[in-house]
T-cell receptor, first 113, second 114 residues
C-alpha cells in the first residue's frame, strides 16, 4: 500500500500570496493531521480532521485553514504568507480517531521570499 | 500544559555499539501512548516504536527498545548494534489529551561514527 503522499514537494511563494498543500492518507485511514516544522524544531500541530470534520486546531492564526474531502484526502491553505511561514509542512494519517499509530508523509517544503 | 522534554540535543555512538536517548513527558492522564520517530536528512518522519502506557512490558522492535517508567514519566529509546543508517534526528512524541495532536520534543541529533 502507498504511504501518506503530499504535494507539492517543494514550492517558493512571495509574501502576501496564498498557498494550498495537498495530502492523500494511507488507504483506509480516516484521520488526517497537519504539522508545521521550522528548521531546528520539532513539528507543531496545526489541524486534525476526522470524517471530514475538524477535530482539533493548534495555536495558529486564522490565515491557516484546512479541509478534508469525502475520499479523506486533505488540503491545507495558508493566506497572506509571511516570511515566518517558511517551513516543512507534514501531513499525517491514522486509521481511527484515537489510540492508533500515526504515519507521516514526506512533507512539503514551503519557502516564502 | 503538557510537554515533552528531550534533554540531549546531540548524541554520538560508535558503529555496532549501544546508545540511549532520553525523553520525559508531563501528563495527568492514566492511559495514553508514546512514540519515538526518526527523521533522517530526507525529513520524512518515520515511526520507530510505540508504547502503550497501560502495558507493563517495554516495547521492542528489532534493535530498538524502550525503557518506559510510567511513575517517573520517562520514555527512553535504546538503539543496539548501531548502524550508519541510524544517524538522524530522533523525536519523542505524546498524543495530547487523548487526541491525535502529537506534542513533540525538540529532538536529539544522533551521529553514528564508523
Amino acid at each position: 500500500d502507498a504511504g501518506v503522499t503530499q504535494s507539492p514537494t517543494h514550492l517558493i511563494k512571495t509574501r502576501g500570496q496564498q498557498v494550498t498543500l495537498r495530502c492523500s492518507p494511507i488507504s483506509g485511514h480516516k484521520s488526517v493531521s497537519w504539522y508545521q516544522q521550522v528548521l531546528g524544531q520539532g513539528p507543531q500541530f496545526i489541524f486534525q480532521y476526522y470524517e471530514k470534520e475538524e477535530r482539533g486546531r493548534g495555536n495558529f492564526p486564522d490565515r491557516f485553514s484546512a479541509r478534508q474531502f469525502p475520499n479523506y484526502s486533505s488540503e491545507l491553505n495558508v493566506n497572506a504568507l509571511l516570511l515566518g511561514d517558511s517551513a516543512l509542512y507534514l501531513c499525517a494519517s491514522s486509521r481511527i480517531l484515537l489510540g492508533n499509530t500515526i504515519y507521516f508523509g514526506e512533507g512539503s517544503w514551503l519557502t516564502v521570499v | 500544559a503538557q510537554t515533552v522534554t528531550q534533554s540531549q540535543p546531540e548524541m554520538s555512538v560508535q558503529e555496532a555499539e549501544t546508545v540511549t536517548l532520553s525523553c520525559t513527558y508531563d501528563t495527568s492522564e492514566s492511559d495514553y501512548y508514546l512514540f519515538w520517530y526518526k527523521q533522517p536528512p530526507s525529513r520524512q518522519m518515520i515511526l520507530v516504536i510505540r508504547q502503550e502506557a497501560y502495558k507493563q512490558q517495554n516495547a521492542t522492535e528489532n534493535r530498538f527498545s524502550v525503557n518506559f517508567q510510567k511513575a517517573a514519566k520517562s520514555f527512553s529509546l535504546k538503539i543496539s548494534d548501531s548502524q550508519l543508517g541510524d544517524a538522524a534526528m530522533y523525536f519523542c512524541a505524546y498524543p495530547q489529551g487523548g487526541s491525535e495532536k502529537l506534542v513533540f520534543g525538540k529532538g536529539t541529533k544522533l551521529t553514528v561514527n564508523p
